[in-house]
């Protein structure tokens, strides 16, 4: 591998002292995920101490242990570099990635379908140069700059994704990571808990055009209701280059014709003035209406979108954001899984309701949703989870299991013949859940992450014996 970090360059980045030359390939915040010869940055975070597992990162194999200088001060014969704030350090380490960097960068945040236009982004642009990009969901204050930090020297392209819980957490992380393109994928009542009103959300999420460099685009999402805010909120921040993507006339990246199947769609666009078709690999419409915005900023990236729409046909959805597995039962045949337990709030719960909906399951299978809280949603939580319930019948969904108290109110608001069962928790659920399925079915399962519907999901796979 080729290095990433040499001891000189990283004192240079923060200021630092190493006690020792090292060379780091790679780096983590997180002593379990050390491979070898990565650089371990030891944060002080809420509930630990990252100092606590220096010794663990070594013993692992890292390079390096970035640490406050009174730790390096007592350790001289170990390969440390003592910085006066080891937050701080790793944020200077991604200033410094990315100012010696010439690759192309996007930025992409929105209230739902962050991750899957980060993938896809990354997907087409890999396709066209050496691209580096965010890996999971590692957006935060610490996720961001740690992507930073990894950014190869020698990269074409370059893709982070950025998120938020409350006002003010995006705009120092754009302007950390100075986007050359910005998506805000959509704005739907997300976080809600944290903000008086979807306006607030908007205006949130538009700070991610402060960082955006000069002469840089701001992709904006036509059909959404807030896009004339947002595409205000861009021309505030200076931002020159203003593109819309979706069904609205206006669009500059627009859906000509969409016809989905059971394992994606296939799409025609009119891409700045280009016609052209393409297949998606990810079935469900908000995939199609995202990949539009992908066309776009591959386009305002300077490469080429009709080459990202042929890679486009390769994208598959994520674990816990749509994959689908075949598992095979014992007693034969098998059955449909579609993990969407990463996170839930409810235009993505009715965007899986729609693809549960528009699939087929196997021969004497049913449709089985299996649905846990979707949390931030503030004093409306309650009557936000039960307006569900008109979607789920509109999808021809079998049977329903829900999990948890908001979830209750929409169990209670299902014709009986389709209502399963309602369990306090996960885990309680679970079990349930895995004793009524059988061959043919085709389950979805999706709730917060504080839901915990993985919990759920192993208790699928477990019945199946851990098949695919």
């Not at 469900?284 to 776009?296: C, K, Y």
Request: charged share 20%.
């Amino acid at each position: 591998m080729n290095v990433l970090w040499t001891s000189q360059e990283a004192d240079r980045a923060t200021g630092g002292a190493s006690t020792l030359p090292w060379q780091a390939t790679g780096v983590s915040i997180d002593s379990r995920q050390v491979v070898e010869g990565d650089l371990f940055i030891a944060l002080k975070g809420p509930n630990h101490d990252g100092h606590a597992f220096v010794d663990t990162a070594l013993a692992a194999g890292a390079a390096a242990a970035m640490v406050e200088r009174a730790y390096a001060a007592r350790c001289p014969d170990r390969p440390l570099i003592g910085v006066d704030d080891s937050t701080a350090g790793l944020e200077a380490l991604g200033r410094a990635a990315r100012a010696r960097c010439p690759a192309r960068v996007a930025a992409v945040t929105g209230s739902v379908g962050k991750t899957g236009t980060k993938e896809m982004l990354a997907l087409a642009l890999g396709r066209q140069g050496l691209t580096h990009a965010s890996k999971g969901n590692l957006n935060n204050h610490y996720g961001a700059p740690l992507s930073l930090a990894r950014l190869p020297r020698e990269a074409d392209f370059a893709v982070f994704e950025l998120g938020m819980n409350h006002a003010g957490e995006i705009e120092p992380l754009s302007r950390m990571v100075r986007p050359h393109a910005a998506i805000i994928t959509t704005v739907e009542a997300v976080h809600l808990e944290f903000f008086a009103e979807e306006t607030g959300i908007a205006d949130a999420k538009a700070e991610i055009f402060a960082g955006i460099e000069p002469g840089g685009a701001a992709l904006i999402n036509a059909d959404n209701r807030h896009a004339d805010r947002l595409a205000a909120r861009a021309a505030e921040a200076g931002v020159a280059r203003i593109l819309r993507f979706g069904m609205a006339d206006a669009a500059e990246i627009r859906l000509l014709s969409y016809t989905p199947d059971a394992a994606g769609s296939q799409i025609e666009v009119d891409c700045l003035g280009h016609r052209f078709a393409y297949r998606l690999g990810a079935p469900g419409r908000h995939w199609a209406q995202n990949s539009l915005g992908v066309l776009g900023m591959v386009a305002a990236l300077g490469a080429d979108p009709v080459a990202a729409g042929e890679a486009l046909a390769d994208i598959r959805p994520p674990q816990g954001r749509g994959a689908q597995d075949f598992l095979a039962l014992a007693e034969g045949g098998g059955l449909t899984l579609i993990d969407e337990s990463y996170n839930a709030s409810p235009p993505a719960v009715r965007a899986a309701i729609a693809v549960l909906g528009a699939s087929a399951p196997g021969p004497g299978g049913r449709r089985v949703l299996v649905l846990g809280d979707m949390l931030e949603l503030g004093r409306d939580g309650a009557a936000i989870h039960a307006a569900l319930a008109p979607d789920i019948q509109g999808a021809a969904i079998d049977l329903v299991f829900a999990s948890g108290p908001l979830s209750k109110h929409l169990y209670d608001a299902l014709p009986a013949a389709i209502r399963a069962a309602h369990a306090p928790d996960s885990a309680t659920l679970a079990p349930l859940v895995a004793a009524e399925l059988k061959s043919g079915d085709l389950v979805c399962v999706k709730g917060s992450l504080g839901s915990r519907m993985k919990t759920v999901v192993a208790a699928i796979r477990d019945r199946a014996g851990g098949g695919r």
